[in-house]
């Protein structure tokens, strides 16, 4: 059966999470439920990547698998019907054993943070309105370039064979009055990334020493790092995919 993905964006903080929850509203449902009413018939969705209750997506994607003659106009009245804070991007045509997670070559996460209390980004960033020494910052953003094995970032209950990712970016910019952490990797564990700011900003607040963040990350004791920066300062930005993967429907 002919197979599509639909590139989506969302604000995550009315939702429990990105993947279907049993007596819970999420993104998946509400996605399942527009194209229900959309095209009359019930649709299985599969997700790129399974993002936290609260977290929010630049971008994200679903496949699944329709014999209908799916057209990049539907975009409109797809969007008419989904709620204000999810926004339909794209179809597009892929494989018919295409996979929209198994065959991503990598995700990319950026963690916003700003110091000057702003009622306009407190459901968007972390307010932290520490001093923060930006040089351990960088440094400690290095350390995790470099490393391979993250089971102290990793959230228990996590069902995954070993807690390896392949670190392809991990930096600290400074944009405006907001600092943000960008990282990209061909995977992230449960709570990864909130894991890996909370634990870099106790760090540069000389809370804990750089030699012990070195520690946590050569550590096989799993959820030993700090999880406490909250879900709505993080955003997936991209999912990437081989070239000519994806070809969007006319």
């Known amino acids: 059966m002919p197979r599509y993905f639909l590139e989506l964006s969302y604000k995550g903080t009315n939702y429990s999470g990105f993947q279907v929850q049993e007596n819970a509203k999420t993104i998946q449902s509400s996605v399942e439920s527009a194209l229900q009413t959309l095209y009359k018939q019930p649709f299985s969705l599969t997700g790129s990547s399974r993002t936290d209750a609260g977290v929010h997506a630049y971008q994200n994607f679903f496949h699944f698998d329709t014999q209908l003659q799916l057209q990049q106009k539907d975009i409109y009245n ?98 405006s009055d907001m600092l943000i952490y960008n990282v990209r990797a061909n995977r992230f564990l449960r709570g990864m990334v909130r894991a890996l700011v909370s634990t870099m900003l106790r760090t540069a607040r000389g809370i804990i020493t750089v030699q012990s963040f070195k520690d946590l990350l050569l550590s096989d004791q799993q959820a030993t790092a700090n999880f406490s920066a909250p879900a709505h300062g993080l955003f997936l930005n991209q999912v990437e995919y081989p070239n000519d993967y994806l070809q969007k429907i006319s």
């Open 78 to 175: 797809l969007n008419a019907i989904l709620p204000p804070d999810i926004a339909a991007k794209a179809f597009y045509k892929v494989k018919d054993d295409g996979h929209c997670r198994f065959d991503a070559l990598s995700r990319e996460y950026k963690y916003f943070i700003y110091k000057a209390k702003d009622p306009f980004l407190n459901d968007r960033a972390w307010y932290y309105p520490y001093k923060i020494d930006v040089t351990v910052l960088h440094e400690t953003a290095q350390l995790v370039k470099d490393q391979q094995c993250f089971t102290a970032f990793s959230k228990r209950n996590t069902q995954v064979n070993n807690f390896n990712c392949s670190i392809q970016l991990s930096q600290w910019i400074q944009e």
